[in-house]
């Protein structure tokens, strides 16, 4: 990296490129904003939490097989208590409760990603148009927007997972679709605040059209915001999820954190702590990994917060 | 954490509503006028989400798949005959716009309709169980409001010090914990018992159901009801905290605090009398909404408890699908919201005079 730097450096000092410009200053905002985050030790922490989850995820058919899902390959006996051969003890069907965590990392991280993707992506798209066209097509979005801001999230959420068949994308679309209105208004009011500002009406007096102004300058100032919001979203996303799951919404043929709680629960083993308590440790672990994330990230955008370091 | 957000973002609408004009009278009928003005545009937007409200609540459950007849009368037998009577009865054998118009008639009289499990009118199922939810979320909200709203103020003057820390850290914590699980490990230690604990607390229901009266009753169902409340307290007192700690934070370097202390007040009374009230604001108005997702937001709570409560209701009639239960249901759970909304709409403006004017 240092030499290619020196090297552009040297050759093109008198005509840099824009392009090369524009990357010299991002790399150097991405390096500021990674110093600052350095200081705050809980969003640190978030992320070498997720950091391991994220490894575990990936590499679960590594470090356990997926033999470790099959009901009738089952090694142990029904709800054996940890021991050697099973670190956290089997299940109602006798499955390692160790694999089939570090199988559930896998959906749980998916879904959170995927929904919160989809509920950013609507949220950003709808903020920044309707931030950036006023007049009836702004009123009209953001009544909807507050329409659904109204709905109570989970039942809409349980009711779109009851309509619709049980797969993982029920699930991704029930939460994303019915989550993106936050998203929407802090985009918009980012948005209207960017757009005051010059430098946009000198990109329009130099011909920028709709789209130019939107992709290239709005977008980028209201992208830290969006990943800040992405976090967070993500964290309410695994929640969500595992309350789809818990109250049998979930995909039956997929392993889930929320899933194996509702089967402890269906099967009457709810009294057995390492049936119970791994899969909600796990869910509060990437829940509050993420939300720690977020709070970092947006302490370092917005110091007046004080986010606690 | 993405409710916060909204209650902040909402105030911060750009485009909120407009001053009003000038007018002939002194400054304080001027107030009242451009208030009446703002109040009726709050009432009729919430008129208007309600029937969107209404709308969706009739359309959402129709696309669930299942045909509630044969659901009712599983493992019994029927002829066609008495399927069709059925349908009749329920009137789902008419087109869906009649279907629709009947029902938006009939809502607007405050009848639901009856539902397909239980027999009994929509209304009157909700009614009966309302009283257990009111109860269990008044008494939740109250208490997380308090901790809330106290813990805050300590963590935003003491930013950044040890306690601060441990305080935003336990409740991000307890925040990222998943209710029903917290639910059923409660149930695990207070109401089963483990170890040397022994099990404290009763759950499943409201009451024990030995006919006790007046004192000994109410006993008996603050008794069953701790579990529960402790339950939601300790998931939801997390988002009081960060507002009311944020909007502290916010005011902490203001001038007219530097005032107060140059005046020579002590640090209590500059931060009860001079920077909570003011930080109150947008904590009070994030409650208020947060009051009407919480009735909604308590399904998993009652449903591990057996509360018998409108959550449990709500689980129970998905199962069927009880459509017309399932309709009022979403209708009350959403009309909660709205009109928590639209209260604190209201009352924001006499608490701020910077809103709606």
């Known amino acids: ?70 009901v009738t390959k089952a090694p142990g006996l029904p709800l054996e208590a940890p021991g050697s051969e099973f670190p956290l003890g089997t299940d109602k069907d006798g499955r390692s409760m160790l694999g089939l965590l570090i199988w559930g990392a896998r959906f749980s991280l998916t879904v959170g990603f995927l929904a919160a993707a989809l509920s950013v992506a609507i949220g950003t798209l709808i903020g920044i148009t309707a931030g950036h066209y006023k007049g009836w097509y702004a009123t009209v979005v953001m009544r909807i927007t507050d329409w659904f801001l109204v709905m109570p999230t989970l039942v809409l959420a349980i009711a779109l997972a009851s309509v ?21 208004r802090l985009v918009r009011a980012q948005t209207l605040a960017v757009e005051s500002r010059p430098y946009i009406e000198r990109a329009k007096a130099l011909g920028g059209g709709h789209s130019h102004i939107m992709t290239r300058h709005v977008l980028p100032n ?50 057995k702590w390492w049936y119970v308590m791994p899969p909600g440790i796990a869910i509060a672990l990437v829940a509050l990994s993420f939300t720690l994330c977020g709070r970092a990230v947006e302490s370092v955008l917005n110091p007046r917060l004080g986010a606690s370091r | 954490m993405t409710d916060a957000s909204t209650g902040t973002t909402a105030l911060a609408d750009p485009d909120g509503p407009a001053p009003a004009g000038p007018s002939a009278r002194g400054p304080r009928g001027r107030d009242a006028v451009a208030y009446l003005r703002y109040g009726a545009g709050k009432l009729l937007g919430a008129a208007v989400s309600l029937f969107a409200v209404l709308v969706t609540s009739f359309f959402l459950f129709r696309i669930i798949p299942g045909d509630p007849v044969r659901t009712i009368t599983h493992g019994r037998a029927v002829s066609e005959e008495q399927l069709q009577a059925l349908r009749r009865q329920f009137g789902i054998d008419k087109p869906l716009w009649e279907q629709f118009t009947q029902y938006c008639g009939q809502a607007l009289q405050g009848d639901f309709g009856n539902s397909y499990q239980l ?44 306690g601060d820390r441990f305080n935003t850290g336990l409740s991000l914590t307890l925040y990222s914990v998943p209710s029903f699980w917290l639910g059923l490990m409660l149930i695990n230690v207070f109401a089963v018992g483990v170890g040397f604990v022994p ?35 300790a998931v939801g007192y997390a988002q009081t905290l960060l507002v009311m700690r944020s909007s502290l934070l916010d005011e902490m370097g203001s001038d007219y605090l530097t005032t107060a202390r140059a005046k020579g007040l002590r640090d209590t009374l500059v931060r009860r009398r001079h920077a909570v009230p003011n930080a109150l604001l947008p904590t009070v108005t994030l409650l208020f909404v947060n009051l009407g997702h919480v009735v909604a937001g308590q399904i998993l709570v009652e449903t591990v408890f057996s509360w018998p409560g409108l959550g449990g209701l709500f689980y129970e009639a998905l199962s069927i699908p009880d459509l017309p239960l399932l309709q009022g249901l979403f209708f009350v759970f959403a009309a909660g919201v709205i009109l928590m909304n639209t209260l604190a709409d209201l009352i924001y403006p006499l608490l701020d005079p910077r809103v709606g004017r």
Do not use: C
């Open chain 1, 1 to 70: 990296m240092t030499t290619t730097d020196t090297d552009t450096r040297t050759k093109d000092t008198p005509a840099k490129s824009p392009r090369a410009l524009a990357r010299d200053r991002r790399r150097r905002s991405a390096a500021r904003f990674w110093r600052q985050y350095r200081t705050h030790r809980a969003g640190l922490f978030g992320l070498a939490a997720l950091a391991l989850f994220v490894l575990l995820a990936v590499f679960a058919p590594l470090l356990v097989g997926a033999d470790v899902q099959s």
């Open chain 1, 222 to 271: 209201v992208m830290p915001l969006v990943l800040a919001q992405t976090t967070l979203v993500i964290s309410s996303a695994v929640l969500t999820e595992a309350t789809l799951a818990f109250l049998g919404l979930g995909d039956p043929t997929v392993t889930s954190w929320g899933g194996l709680l509702q089967d402890a629960r269906d099967s009457g083993a709810t009294t």
């Open chain 1, 164 to 184: 619709l068949s049980r797969s993982i994308w029920t699930i991704i679309l029930a939460i994303g679709v019915t989550t993106w209105p936050t998203t929407a």
């Open chain 2, 199 to 233: 099990g404290m607390f009763p759950t499943g229901l409201m009451e024990t159901g030995d006919g006790s009266t007046g004192l000994a009753h109410a006993l008996d169902v603050a008794h069953h009801m701790v579990l529960p409340v402790v339950t939601l307290v």
């Open chain 2, 119 to 162: 027999h009994d009118p929509v209304g009157e199922l909700i009614w009966n169980r309302l009283p257990a939810t009111l109860l269990l979320t008044g008494t939740a909200f109250v208490l997380y409001s308090l901790i809330g709203v106290w813990l805050g103020t300590r963590s935003a003057w003491r930013n950044g010090g040890l």
